[in-house]
């Protein structure tokens, strides 16, 4: 008798209707576009991450270059440093001898001269067209924490480094700091 069943079932014409092929391919869609949507903000962040790294790896080329460079003109708090500044600050800061070395070592950053705004704050103005850039801010007095003073702080002049770097998701701007050492 089950088997009478059965080849009843088997002959039987009765097949999916419409409603059900469309409810079976709606599900279908639904699932790849999530799996999809998933995939290419996987891939987005990806690419943001590998931007940042690159910024990150290049700002710190840059701190290096600056230090090296510092380090060769023998600058100090008290000996050089205003030369260096008053170098950076000139009509054509390009023929500074840090921003030599930069060119010379990372051709693909362009320099951004700082500019000094009406409350004599510098500023940067980076351009949108460029792919990495960097400004040299000098004169800089960065506060630190005397540590063999608690609770006392001194402060330290330097070049605040900015760099900005063009990404996919928009720019990365690092800002960084090299002290002028003896």
Request: glycine residues 8%; hydrophobic residues 40%.
């Amino acid at each position: 008798m089950k088997a009478k069943k059965l080849k009843k079932k088997v002959r039987s014409k009765k097949g999916l209707t419409l409603v059900e092929i469309l409810i079976g391919v709606t599900i279908v869609v639904i699932v790849f576009a999530s799996t999809l949507g998933a995939m290419v903000g996987g891939f987005t962040t990806t690419l943001y991450n590998a931007d940042e790294n690159r910024a990150a790896i290049l700002n710190a080329s840059l701190n290096e270059i600056i230090m090296n460079t510092l380090g060769k003109m023998n600058i100090s708090d008290s000996a050089g440093a205003d030369d260096v500044i008053m170098d950076i600050q000139s009509s054509n800061p390009t023929s500074s001898a840090i921003v030599a070395a930069v060119t010379a070592s990372v051709p693909e950053a362009k320099y951004v001269p700082a500019t000094v705004d009406g409350s004599g704050k510098p500023t940067v103005v980076f351009s949108e067209n460029e792919n990495y850039q960097y400004s040299l801010i000098p004169n800089v007095d960065l506060p630190m924490d005397n540590h063999s003073s608690p609770g006392s702080t001194y402060s330290v002049k330097g070049i605040q480094i900015k760099t900005r770097f063009a990404s996919a998701s928009g720019a990365i701007i690092y800002e960084s700091f090299v002290p002028f050492m003896g």
